[in-house]
């Protein structure tokens, strides 16, 4: 009985862990696809400028291993919170909120990032895209603000 119990909350466990994985599989693919053009066009832009250097291209690496930490971060908030929730008999529609808002915001730093690369490179880019990147991120970053001055104040 006991073994049938453990099996029981094992599959359990790895159902609702592939759900919520096939929700932020999108997210997740396009993260990892701009963090690697965001590399190559980091490494075409120090060439073109003769600043090539394998130190700032490990630092680049693990500064992308470190994003998908704070994704990892972000999920793990997200399973603690439902979890917690769900202890008290309130049950969360939408069980990815922080990893995806990680996701997200990390996919537009990167964008940028690869803006400014292409700029170093000097690929002439229309101003049109990168004020929109640029309000986009100052968005994101406004909404954010707003919802943890919303926070702060209900805990005063």
Same mark, same amino acid.
């Given at each position: 009985? =006991? ?7 094992? $599959?359990?466990? @790895? $159902?609702?862990?592939? +759900?919520y994985f ?6 997740? &693919? @396009?993260? +990892?696809?701009?963090?690697?053009i965001d590399y190559?066009?980091?490494? %075409?832009a &120090?060439y073109i ?5 394998s ?6 690496i693990?500064k *992308? /291993?470190?994003?998908?930490?704070a994704?990892?971060a972000?999920?793990?908030?997200d399973w603690?919170?439902?979890t917690g929730?769900?202890?008290v008999? /309130?049950?969360?529609?939408y069980s990815?909120m922080f990893?995806?808002?990680v %996701?997200?915001?990390? @996919? ?7 803006? =400014?690369n292409?700029?170093k &490179?000097?690929?002439p880019?229309p101003d049109?895209l990168v004020?929109f990147?640029?309000?986009l991120k100052?968005t994101?970053? *406004?909404?954010?603000?707003d ?7 209900k805990? &005063?």
């Amino acid at each position: 009985m =006991e073994k049938r119990a453990l099996q029981a909350v094992f $599959s359990a466990a @790895v $159902s609702a862990f592939s +759900v919520y994985f096939n929700q932020m599989a999108v997210p997740l &693919a @396009v993260l +990892v696809i701009m963090m690697i053009i965001d590399y190559v066009s980091g490494m %075409t832009a &120090a060439y073109i400028n003769s600043e090539l250097s394998s130190r700032k291209g490990m630092v680049g690496i693990v500064k *992308k /291993i470190s994003y998908l930490f704070a994704v990892a971060a972000g999920m793990g908030i997200d399973w603690l919170l439902c979890t917690g929730l769900a202890q008290v008999g /309130i049950v969360m529609n939408y069980s990815i909120m922080f990893g995806n808002l990680v %996701t997200v915001w990390l @996919v537009i730093n990167e964008l940028i990032s690869i803006l =400014e690369n292409l700029s170093k &490179a000097e690929v002439p880019l229309p101003d049109f895209l990168v004020r929109f990147v640029r309000r986009l991120k100052m968005t994101v970053d *406004k909404k954010l603000d707003d919802d943890n001055a919303g926070h702060d104040e209900k805990s &005063a």
